[in-house]
């Protein structure tokens, strides 16, 4: 289903003046529930698709740029809101990464459905994590970009949910998250925090067919998730790239022109690879179960 946005335009800035993009609303049903994206719409039977982070949206900086970015460039492109995030249906749930790499499944299948291949799938912070599992389960996605995602999941926890987490997670069944007004965001269920436990990040790496290419950027100033963790993702995916931004944070405030260029120029790169012909090959159709 697509509700279509206002008549197409000009793209200022286009690297193509011939190039005219259309953005419109897109919904996607995945598990019974609505997922709501933006589809950046240049006229191209090639999509790449765009994931968020935690407690995110399709609206972030880095995903709203990355896009104007590729459209640019002539390629489509199409970031979302994961399962109750932003606009789309669902609860927020602590953890869900592989619940999240299923609704990305459901977008790629959705687009193939309309005649659009998926070239590659970029992910910031947890959507880093969100399309290395995917490519670690489907092999329809021969381009992955991974940005400031975090290797070792265990990380971070203790920042969220306090020091003493697991024994009160285990007395009460729960955790409260609240922000520093006292104000409750989300609650955390010993089930959602042993999802994330459990998620084998480094399994998942080395999973990764070798004809995926994977490219990983990570900022020296990420204040989020420490750089040391683009270096273990390094060690195990087998077909792999790490681009480390001086000065970046989490969120490439100062660097997001820098962010565009090294993920588009690795992008275009695949293009190269497959002959410089935009095409979806016989194999995109294969997923390992």
């Not at 619940?99 to 998926?118: I, K, S």
């Not at 959507?127 to 329809?140: E, F, I, T």
Request: charged share 30%.
């Amino acid at each position: 289903m697509a509700v279509n946005r206002p008549s197409p335009t000009q793209k200022e800035g286009a690297s193509n003046p011939d190039i005219v993009i259309r953005q419109r609303r897109v919904i996607v049903n995945s598990h019974g529930e609505k997922l709501v994206g933006i589809l950046h719409d240049t006229g191209s039977k090639e999509l790449v698709i765009v994931c968020h982070g935690f407690q995110s949206s399709k609206e972030r900086i880095p995903m709203v740029n990355l896009a104007a970015a590729l459209e640019k460039e002539g390629i489509s492109a199409f970031r979302f809101d994961f399962s109750g995030n932003g606009e789309s249906e669902g609860s927020f749930r602590y953890g869900n990464y592989h619940r999240e790499a299923d609704d990305l499944r459901d977008v790629v299948q959705h687009f193939r459905g309309e005649n659009l291949a998926t070239i590659a799938i970029v992910g910031h912070s947890k959507g880093g994590n969100v399309v290395v599992l995917y490519a670690a389960k489907h092999d329809d996605v021969h381009t992955v970009v991974n940005i400031s995602g975090r290797f070792d999941l265990e990380g971070g926890i203790e920042g969220r949910l306090g020091k003493d987490f697991l024994q009160r997670i285990k007395q009460d069944g729960f955790i409260d998250v609240k922000n520093k007004r006292g104000k409750f965001e989300y609650r955390v269920t010993e089930e959602s925090l042993t999802d994330r436990l459990t998620t084998d990040t480094r399994g998942a790496c080395k999973s990764i067919d070798p004809n995926c290419r994977v490219l990983t950027v990570h900022g020296t100033m990420d204040k989020i998730v420490p750089v040391e963790d683009a270096f273990e993702f390094n060690k195990f995916i087998p077909n792999h790239k790490l681009r480390i931004v001086e000065g970046a944070d989490h969120e490439y405030t100062w660097h997001q022109d820098e962010l565009a260029s090294i993920v588009l120029d690795f992008i275009k790169a695949g293009f190269r690879q497959d002959h410089g012909v935009f095409r979806e090959r016989d194999d995109f159709v294969k997923s390992r179960l």
